[in-house]
């Protein structure tokens, strides 16, 4: 049982260069969840699904894409990245009415 | 909009010392309340959860009270060690969907 997976762990993207980040848990879970944790902003919610074939906006959803083709896969694409977005991105899952369980985030650096 | 406010954003201890952690949030129509803590560099990691129901949830050393009316969560640290010293969030999750609210974090140094 390996909880909630990110990939890549790290990551530089030039200016207007495209990325996949994966989020996978093997818990079952219907909710997931992508956030951005950035320094004395706490995490802001990008987008989230509560279930297979289902996304939805969360606060900071411009500039990115996310897509749940399997419940225990959610992806979050950025088309053109921006230095803006340089960050560190986590993922989370949980079950209806429960608590949510953490990635260990992806460092995203954008140059 | 939600706001969730943690203050003091920063924290330092001696070792042994019972502390408290605070966490205000702005609308009181929460369905649920986290506390998590995360270590440099690493994710986060659920303490405890307390249902818009509850008053306190408590698990070995930690406390964790709610007061929705007032908008207030604390966190109690018994007895703190150095290896309670990290960054501790806590976190709202809104009753009209499935959305959660973070605070900044209180980063927590114990001293030994």
């Known amino acids: 049982n390996a909880g909630v997976t990110q990939t890549p762990k790290f990551r530089v993207l030039k200016t207007g260069q495209s990325m996949t980040l994966l989020c996978a848990q093997d818990m079952n879970h219907e909710y997931m969840y992508w956030y951005r944790q950035d320094p004395g902003m706490g995490l802001r919610l990008i987008h989230y699904s509560v279930g297979e074939g289902t996304t939805a906006k969360g606060e900071v959803p411009d500039g990115y894409n996310v897509s749940r083709l399997k419940k225990q896969n959610f992806l979050l694409g950025l088309e053109s990245a921006a230095p803006s977005q340089t960050s560190v991105y986590f993922c989370?899952?949980?079950?209806?009415?429960?608590?949510?369980?953490f990635g260990p985030g992806t460092r995203l650096t954008v140059t | 909009k939600q706001e969730v406010t943690q203050i003091p954003a920063a924290l330092s201890v001696p070792e042994g010392e019972n502390l408290v952690l605070n966490c205000s949030f702005t609308?009181?129509?929460?369905?649920?309340l986290q506390w998590f803590r995360q270590d440099p560099g690493k994710g986060l990691t659920s303490l405890l959860l307390?249902?818009?129901?509850?008053r306190e949830q408590t698990s070995g050393r930690l406390n964790a009270s709610l007061d929705k009316s007032s908008g207030r969560s604390t966190l109690y640290i018994a007895a703190s060690q150095p290896g309670d010293s990290a960054t501790y969030l806590c976190a709202v999750r809104d009753d009209t969907g499935n959305q959660f609210y973070f605070g900044t974090g209180t980063s927590l140094t114990v001293i030994p």
């Open positions: 609308d009181s129509a929460i369905y649920n």
């Open positions: 989370a899952s949980r079950l209806a009415g429960d608590e949510q369980y």
């Open positions: 307390i249902q818009s129901s509850q």
